[in-house]
């Protein structure tokens, strides 16, 4: 074994993890609370990807945060004594623009970040001529086979080919202690999703039975299996004649009663369970609950302080994870140049308002050039050169340097001329 794998202590043989997204079955913590909602002990099926995304809530979270992050721009930068330029073309369109020839930046990266946030992991392929890049190509991580070779490099094998590690963009949403293997957040929110799965089926085949929860029939039994059956074909006969025929009253015969055997929805609190699931749902994925939909606790007040806390804990961290990989993987370990940024402020483009008075005020101190403000509002650039010129306001001057003539104060109440 290689001298890096001794260091860290990595076994001998080759530490292999297949990449899934179907979960396994998995214990039933809330059994009991089926047989609140009338179920019982039902052998739900395991939790996949597919059968997640059923539920609203697993479904807006995954549908939001790949959109929201894709819809952030992203800039390669240089570095340069003066501060920092973007770059044009070559790489800067690749990865900007079209990464590929089929594939543009917007879905190239929604399709990354969908895989991190159902299967707990986003896979992109460097495709490299020589020393050049020249394009950026998605890999599915079901199909992927993550390992460590004798020298205790990360490899990658997808259809019987293996990729090095440097040339994968690899963004997991959680790793396991061996540092190959990954947590999925739908693995981790199985329970959670289950009993949401187990509130929709029971809200479903409750409505579906015209609201009438599970019935039974109480009175003198018929005696033998045939007339039983008789018994409860007739009684079945009666309902669906009073479904049928919109009256909500059917014919029972003397001396029976039908009396409703397990909870309706209001009193198992089905809609208060359902809340609970969103709730819990929103925070697997870290998503303030009125990104969800469900605005129960939320008001005007609070929104914006939600949309705030979102990006500062929730977007630009995700936003630094593929940054910090891309750059590794693109310019190298030791490179301090060139770097891939994302514009977070872009979210802001639906906030005219906002965006407007940000860029006046970075104007006014001198931050922004009107050249720069206009660039960053999408318009066109002006050429004159007072546009390329900074500007401050004329009542801000440093201390002690005021012009002669001013009034000074006098520290005993009169002022001197």
């Known amino acids: 074994m290689g001298r890096i794998a001794d260091f860290f202590g990595w076994p001998t043989l080759p530490v292999e993890q297949r990449m899934i997204t179907e979960i396994p079955g998995i214990d039933r913590p809330g059994a009991n609370l089926l047989q609140v909602y009338g ?22 979270a995954v549908s939001f945060l790949p959109r929201s992050l894709a819809n952030l721009s992203l800039h390669l930068m240089k570095s340069a004594e003066d501060g920092a330029d973007r770059v044009s073309g070559g790489l800067a369109t690749l ?10 930046s917007f879905r190239l990266r929604e399709y990354f970040w969908t895989q991190v946030f159902t299967g707990g992991r986003g896979l992109l392929w460097i495709e490299r001529s020589g020393s050049s890049i020249t394009g950026l190509w998605p890999i599915d991580p079901v199909v992927t086979r993550i390992k460590r070779d004798n020298m205790g490099r990360t490899t990658y094998e997808v259809g019987g ?28 929110g199985a329970p959670v999703i289950q ?9 479903a085949k409750f409505f579906a039975g015209g609201g009438v ?11 033998g299996p045939d007339a039983m059956k008789r018994a409860m074909a007739d009684i079945q006969r009666s309902i669906d004649s009073a479904k049928s025929s919109d009256k ?15 909870f309706d929805p209001d009193k198992g609190q089905m809609t208060d369970g359902q809340r609970f699931s969103v709730e819990q749902i929103a925070r697997i994925f870290g998503i303030p609950p009125w990104f969800l939909q469900d605005l129960t606790n939320s008001n005007f007040a609070n929104s914006e302080n939600q949309d705030l806390s979102l990006v500062k804990h929730l977007i630009s961290h995700w936003a630094n994870k593929l940054e910090q990989q891309m750059n590794l993987k693109l310019f190298g370990q030791r490179n301090n140049r060139r770097y891939v940024r994302h514009n977070v402020d872009s979210l802001l483009r639906g906030d005219f308002k906002t965006r407007a008075e940000a860029v006046a005020s970075l104007v006014q101190v001198g931050v922004y050039t009107p050249a720069k403000g206009a660039e960053f509002m999408g318009l066109p650039t002006p050429t004159e050169p007072e546009a390329q010129a900074r ?26 001329q």
């Open 39 to 60: 179920l019982g002990n039902i052998d739900l099926p395991s939790v996949t990807v597919d059968s997640a995304l059923t539920v609203p809530a697993v479904l807006a």
């Open 95 to 104: 990865i900007e623009e079209a990464p590929n020839p089929e594939w543009d």
């Open 161 to 188: 080919k293996i990729y090095l590690g440097s040339d994968i963009i690899d963004v997991p949403f959680m790793l396991r202690h061996d540092g190959l293997a990954h947590y999925s957040p739908i693995t981790l």
């Open 195 to 203: 009993l949401a799965i187990a509130m929709n089926t029971y809200g």
């Open 213 to 223: 929860p599970p019935l039974a029939l109480s009175g003198p039994m018929p005696v």
């Open 248 to 262: 909500p009253l059917f014919p029972i015969p003397p001396g029976y009663e039908l009396k409703p055997v397990g």
């Open 391 to 416: 500007y401050m306001q004329g009542a801000m001057v440093p201390l002690g340097t005021q012009p002669a003539g001013s009034v000074t104060p006098d520290p005993g109440g009169a002022n001197t």
